[in-house]
């Protein structure tokens, strides 16, 4: 089975400093990892995903994430967070590459304080 | 641009009436999903279509139901909405095949049961 974790609900930061966003995961084979932002009233927008290769992924608006395999970890990042970056973040992952479903965590808040 | 469109953004309805939400995608994607999403929460996968293939999750009601009479339609129909269904709906498409590609959102319907 797989499963995702984001240990923290809420996450604030101020602007211009470096922000990240935890998510750790659990799959029987070789994990694919997804973020996705969603902004207040709206749908869920992708920001990155890792497959394989390089552990740091560059995604949309400045994001990346780092994979870790030893760590089970995939943790969202930037270097200057922009008040803007304030929305709901979901860490997803998926257990094989041509499978249909995605598993959420439960998403963490990031408040970007002026 | 390609889209995935969900009519209406807003739906209210009474207690027990029936509702259907729609989306639509310009994507020509073969996956196409429903999730319910409350407060904030993780998106609850209800449902998902792989080309005509209907494929309902264990714990959808028997109230949710779901039509896609072709590529690019596919409808979230509840018969008799009750409070506790009042969530966001999101429907998602996926690409078929490898790579792990990502699933793309429409913005969603906000549904208010009275």
């Known amino acids: 089975a797989q499963s995702v974790a984001q240990p923290e609900d809420q996450v604030n930061v101020a602007e211009g400093n470096p922000l990240t966003v935890k998510c750790t995961y659990s799959?029987?084979?070789?994990?694919?990892l997804f973020w996705y932002v969603q902004y207040p009233n709206r749908g869920l927008q992708f920001l990155l995903k890792?497959?394989?290769?390089?552990?740091l992924v560059k995604g949309s608006y400045g994001f990346e994430a780092e994979f870790n395999k030893s760590q089970t970890s995939f943790h969202l990042k930037k270097p200057s967070a922009l008040v803007s970056d304030s929305a709901l973040y979901f860490c997803?992952?998926?257990?094989?590459?041509?499978?249909?479903?995605?598993?959420f965590g439960t998403g963490t808040r990031l408040t970007v304080i002026p | 641009d390609a889209m995935v469109i969900q009519n209406p953004r807003y739906q209210v309805t009474q207690f027990g009436k029936p509702v259907t939400l729609s989306c639509s995608q310009t994507?020509?994607?073969?996956?196409m999903y429903w999730y319910q999403q409350k407060s904030s929460q993780a998106p609850k996968l209800l449902f998902h279509?792989?080309?005509?293939?209907?494929?309902n999750e264990a714990d959808t009601p028997d109230n949710f139901q779901s039509r896609r009479p072709n590529t690019s339609f596919c409808f979230l129909d509840i018969r008799s909405p009750g409070l506790g269904d009042a969530a966001m709906y999101l429907c998602?498409?996926?690409?078929?095949?490898?790579?792990?590609?990502?699933?793309?959102f429409g913005p969603g319907t906000r549904l208010t049961v009275l």
């Open positions: 997803a992952v998926r257990d094989w590459a041509g499978a249909n479903n995605l598993f």
């Open positions: 799959v029987s084979g070789n994990p694919y």
């Open positions: 890792y497959i394989t290769g390089d552990n």
């Open positions: 994507l020509n994607h073969n996956v």
């Open positions: 279509y792989y080309d005509k293939d209907f494929n």
């Open positions: 998602a498409t996926q690409t078929r095949g490898g790579g792990a590609p990502e699933q793309f």
